[in-house]
């Protein structure tokens, strides 16, 4: 299916894909399968603080899919693009996305459902990347520190808003250390002859350099920019939708059965952390459908991002 991905019978919303290619700003390249129960607060969320696209690869079946649907005002305003893609291909799909919009994005930011982006010192990802020093080089790559929240205690419902910005609050006290969070990529280049796996099987969306000489790694303190990774965000059933996902190997699936999710080893010494809340208290609609140019974050609450 990749190899034909640029023909409409394998593009929602092609329209919106050809004039991507055209646009010049902050892009998302993204993976999602089974994801419609958030996706739209995360939407929001990024184009509030200044993303101008999100390309998202539908990993989810065709004929069950909900996200043509649910994104279907911002495939028409052009700030979405959604690809069908087979479940489990994700290497694949980011080396589709480094090749179609690398060449016309000032930067590609890699990015899964269940992570956002919380700007500690400026106000916009363009400042935040600019500050981070991104523009210093054209083969500069950002490396981003993952922030891991706990879970719900009960899986979120209709009926009690499945706003992750309300709702989840308690994270690890210092940022995941086996490896980056997440990383961002210089655009505005051809991205044909760039790796996806460094040394030791380390993929381009968590290491920058590591065997890429090509690169030049930055690193980026949490207290500037940080992904909040909210992987159990699912209460209860959060390690079940994982393993459906297909992305949890079998030894972390045996070590999650033997714990109960309160006593996740990172979540010890947690702490309450309300930066998301408070960025987005002004939002009231975050998880209901919306699009405007014009979104103008306040400064990030700089106090509720110290590590």
């Known amino acids: 299916m990749w190899n034909n991905v640029e023909k409409n019978e394998h593009v929602g919303g092609f329209e919106a894909f050809d ?18 129960e958030f996706v739209i607060e995360w939407v929001n969320y990024h184009l509030w603080i200044g993303f101008s696209h999100m390309v998202i690869y539908d990993e989810d079946n065709t004929a069950t899919s909900e996200l043509a649907k649910l ?12 690809i069908e893609w087979p479940a489990g291909e994700q290497s694949q799909a980011y080396r ?32 935040a990347y600019k500050a981070a020093g991104l523009f210093k080089s054209p083969r500069a790559c950002l490396e981003m520190p993952w922030v891991l929240f ?50 030791g099987v380390s993929p381009i969306w968590h290491w920058c350099r ?29 390690v079940k939708k994982k393993q459906e996902r297909g992305n949890t190997a079998s030894t972390r699936r045996r070590e999650y059965s033997k714990m109960h999710l309160k006593e996740l080893p990172w979540m010890r010494d947690a702490i309450e952390d309300y930066a998301l809340a408070n960025l987005t208290n002004d939002l009231p609609t975050l998880h209901q459908p919306r699009y405007s140019a014009v979104y103008s974050p306040r400064v990030s609450p700089t106090e509720c991002c110290l590590i």
């Open 19 to 36: 004039q991507a290619r055209e646009l010049r700003g902050h892009y998302t390249l993204s993976t999602l399968r089974f994801e419609s």
């Open 71 to 82: 994104l279907a005002h911002y495939i028409s305003e052009g700030v979405v693009t959604l």
């Open 96 to 127: 589709h996305g480094l090749r179609t919009f690398g060449q016309h994005a000032t930067s590609l930011t890699f990015l899964d459902g269940d992570e956002y982006i919380v700007l500690c010192k400026q106000a916009t990802v363009h400042d």
């Open 150 to 199: 706990g879970p719900w205690v009960t899986t979120p419902s209709a009926e009690n808003s499945t706003s992750v910005s309300e709702r989840l609050t308690l994270r690890a006290r210092k940022p995941f250390a086996k490896h980056p969070g997440k990383t961002v990529l210089r655009g505005g280049r051809d991205f044909r002859h760039t790796r996806l796996y460094g040394r």
């Open 210 to 238: 590591n065997g890429r000489p090509e690169i030049e790694s930055i690193s980026v303190d949490a207290k500037h920019i940080r992904v909040n990774h909210y992987q159990f965000r699912h209460g209860a059933d959060s």
